[in-house]
T-cell receptor, first 108, second 111 residues
Framework: GQSLEQPSEVTAVEGAIVQINCTYQ??????LSWYQQHDGGAPTFLSY????GLEETGRFSSFLSRSDSYGYLLLQELQMKDSASYFC?????????FGQGTELSVKP | NAGVTQTPKFQVLKTGQSMTLQCAQD?????MYWYRQDPGMGLRLIYY???????DKGEVPNGYNVSRLNKREFSLRLESAAPSQTSVYFC??????????FGPGTRLLVL
């Protein structure tokens, strides 16, 4: 079978750093993606890791360890607008399998 | 949402009614997808199309059919709607290993 696990909720303060973890179990793993969704709107792509290591895009970074079946999304210098749901998604042979999402609340 | 349009935005159906959700993209991608998202859940793949003329089942295909009419359009049909199909439906294009672009969604309520 296949499964992804990520925390359901995370709370942090403006300006802080937060890490959202994702563990997965799946066959045919090609890579791990992260998507952001505000208030049930269209999900938007944040990052994709096919290989082990850290990918950095501005304030956001994503990490993958294939041997540990683990990844994380790191958000730095948190802003109020970062309050949203964040989904990890496994690329399983060309199809995305999504986790249930982590709701991030950024407090002033 | 740029590049993917979905119609309608909202729909209320009675159990047993049928309807087609429309999706169109203008970015010339070969791959298109239909997902559903239930409250507090992630997205689940219903069907996908790797190219014009081809379709394949995803995680939750039962109760749905799709048509890849041409490269731009990918429609999702509910032949006999059930309350369990109450959900938000998202169309997307792109590749799983790159950026997938999502449409704004269709909110469907089946009574």
């Amino acid at each position: 079978g296949q499964s992804l696990e990520q925390p359901s909720e995370v709370t942090a303060v403006e300006g802080a750093i937060v890490q959202i973890n994702c563990t997965y179990q799946t066959s045919g793993f090609y890579g791990l993606s992260w998507y952001q969704q505000h208030d049930g709107g269209a999900p938007t792509f944040l990052s994709y890791n096919a290989l082990d290591g850290l990918e950095e895009t501005g304030r956001f970074s994503s990490f993958l360890s294939r041997s540990d079946s683990y990844g994380y999304l790191l958000l730095q210098e948190l802003q109020m607008k970062d309050s949203a749901s964040y989904f990890c998604a496994v690329n399983r042979r060309g199809k995305l399998i999504f986790g249930q999402g982590t709701e991030l609340s950024v407090k002033p | 949402n740029a590049g993917v349009t979905q119609t309608p935005k909202f729909q209320v159906l009675k159990t047993g009614q049928s309807m087609t959700l429309q999706c169109a993209q203008d970015m010339n991608h070969n791959s298109m997808y239909w997902y559903r998202q239930d409250p507090g859940m992630g997205l689940r793949l219903i069907y996908y199309s790797a190219s014009e003329g081809t379709t394949d089942k995803g995680e939750v295909p039962n109760g749905y059919n799709v048509s890849r009419l041409n490269k731009r359009e990918f429609s999702l049909r509910l032949e006999s709607a059930a309350p369990s199909q109450t959900s938000v439906y998202f169309c997307a294009m792109g590749l799983a290993g790159e950026t997938q672009y999502f449409g704004p969604g269709t909110r469907l309520l089946v009574l």
